[in-house]
């Protein structure tokens, strides 16, 4: 059916709209979600919304009222921290196993992603999706399935793409992949493992500064 996977990709788009305005602190905890004036919004019907929001209900980011719909849950400094946490130490494990691994052609598309980065960070240009993809693929040498699964679900509580109003974080950002890849090249689990530490601990930090710069948690939480 043409259209049909299209559709089936809606609550998902949706879903990942709203959480991203949550995680930048543009939707607060307990702001009330209106389905109709999000689907309005968003230019779809109120269906893949609803689908969206039970969606995120499941992932701890809104709850079900009673007579009052979906709300947004808090979220706190501290959730910040521990999702950072968590991720820094299963991004370390997978950076270890594909240090191990890695072939010179999977080295040699990171070495490529790493120099369009670097390039980019000297330009003054955005390399979200160049590290994205240098994830993605560092993740793929490793060959852990289920492992990345863990990690892809704990990066739901970092948004996806910030680093335009996160003074720092693109310098940082190039010299930690540096790092990785040195760590990579010279096939060192232990180098590949703490470099990757690193980097997600440092993006956590970063991003609590901006989030609570920016009047997050204004109310001491």
């Avoid at 998902?12 to 979600?33: D, K, N, P, S």
């Avoid at 130490?89 to 598309?109: C, F, S, V």
């Avoid at 096939?187 to 601990?201: E, I, L, N, S, W």
């Amino acid at each position: 059916m043409p259209g049909a996977g299209r559709r089936a990709q809606l609550p998902e788009e949706v879903a990942a709209w709203i959480r991203e305005r949550i995680l930048t602190g543009r939707l607060r905890g307990g702001a009330h979600l209106h389905l109709e004036r999000l689907a309005d919004e968003l230019g779809v019907s109120v269906t893949p919304v609803r689908e969206a929001l039970l969606a995120l209900r499941g992932e701890g980011f809104v709850e079900l009222q009673p007579r009052r719909g979906f709300t947004v849950v808090p979220l706190t400094r501290r959730d910040v921290e521990d999702t950072h946490r968590l991720q820094a130490t299963l991004a370390g494990e997978l950076a270890a196993r594909a240090a191990r691994d890695i072939g010179p052609q999977q080295l040699a598309r990171l070495e490529a992603l790493y120099a369009e980065m670097e390039s980019a960070g000297r330009c003054g240009g955005e390399i979200d999706e160049l590290a994205l993809l240098f994830h993605h693929e560092l993740n793929s040498v490793a060959d852990s399935g289920k492992l990345a699964w863990f990690l892809g679900i704990a990066l739901r509580y970092t948004p996806r793409r910030f680093t335009s109003g996160v003074p720092g974080w693109r310098d940082m950002a190039v010299a930690d992949h540096r790092e990785i890849l040195v760590a990579l090249r010279n096939h060192d689990p232990y180098g590949a493992r703490a470099a990757m530490h690193k980097h997600v601990t440092h993006t956590g930090r970063l991003l609590t500064h901006h989030l609570e710069q920016s009047g997050m948690w204004a109310g001491g939480d």
